[in-house]
């Protein structure tokens, strides 16, 4: 199948699922993890997260490779929360003391972010772009920001590889990157060469899609139904989710 | 071999086209018939894809006369049925192949005619077929080799039926392997066509008769020679009777 190519080799339980589903389920679970109010409410939602992470078959590698993004603005929280927050101080040295309600404001916020990219990797990065694209459009985002996206993912590459021949001629004439005038007039041009040949790209493809009858509206594919079970993941989800909340509010 | 009193697919008449003050197309006449197969030579800059583009109103002529399939064209609603039945295959293929699956790609063209989607994903499957490139089908069109880009942007065009093709250097940048399957693919099909190309053995196999380009001009003796063409050029080698 074509599926190799796509480089989506894990056969996640998940994959089965609508990707309307698993967008609205990222959704709730996001929604429902940033509304968690006490401690014991968001380390069960991360517990959540990582259930699902299992269950999505996601390797450690590979979370954790995905993860290091996000880790490195926890950092500077970590570090900056507890030194700007006021309040009564748990260390001190120095000049500087850690406020007691800065660590806590640090420790819920790390808690939130980590089960929210985690539940999100877990149901959506099997996901195509053009399914994600067709699923956004599906569930009413206006046409222009779905197709901006398409457009996005189909070009991206192209511009990455205008940028990096250019780049490597500049190179290759001897082009060194030095803080002075010339290195920044240089990347100028180039920023500069990359938007007008977007541009330019931009006006083919246009023309290219009005040569075979293209008149501004695409036709869109009809979905299909949901399945048995996207309706019985969405409600064991919502189950959970419920529990979650009471959870979060009444212990 | 024509009748004379055919209706050309595409006429050109007195054509100039100006951009920022510099004549890109000088007083160009040209007249494309049914079966006819147009060789367009030149140097570079000559204003050969200016010409194409011209055909199919995606450049406006400063003056002359536009006339294709029987009528004269001047709205872009004029050239909108132009374009279908005179389908032009683009100098880079990723300007072309836009959508993220190939059979998406070459259904776009018949779903824009207002065929029903299973129709003509349909049509996308046996034109691929046709050109024995089914087996791209499912892939990703960014993910594709140059060769295949090309191949695949042709059937795009397929899909739609057209009567004309309009191919602007077709073996630009291809290797041999796929100049060779471009050419038998063209050479097989019973279409009017206008090739653009500095590639001389594809044009030898191809062309019924040649133009040459020059300085924004077309060549009055090359123009005018198209009524004895036919008697040295060799053509249609073995491949036109299906």
Redesign the interface.
Known sequence: MSLAASGARIVAPFEALDARTRLVAALSLVLVTVSMRSLSGQVAALLLALVMLRLSGLSLAQTSRRLLHVEGFMIALLVLLPLTVPGPALLSFGPFSMSQPGVARAVSIILSVNAAVLSTLSLLHTLEPVRLGRALASLGLPSRLVHLMMFLVRYQSLLRDEATRLVEAMRARGFAGRLRMHTWRTYGNLVGMLLVRSVERAERVDEAMRCRGFSGRFPMRANRPLTRADWRFGCALAAVLAALVGLDRFS | MNAPEATPFIELEGITVERAGVRVLDRVSLTLQPGDRLAVVGPNGAGKTTLLRTM?G?QKPSSGIVRAFGRERRSQADF?EV??RA??L?Q?A???L????VVEDVA??P???GLE?DK?LEKARVTLAFLGLEHLG??????LSGGEKRLVCLA??LS?DPDVLLLDEPTNSLDAKHVEKLTQILAGLDKSMIIVSHDRPILDTLATRAVRMKDARLEPAVLHRHPHVHEHLHVHVGSEHE
Do not use: K, S, V
């Not at chain 2, 836009?98 to 699956?101: K, L």
């Open positions: 199919i995606l909108r374009r279908l389908a032009y683009f880079d990723d300007d072309q836009f959508c993220p699956t776009f063209g779903l824009n005619m989607e003509a499912p892939r990703i069109t960014r993910r795009g065009i739609m």
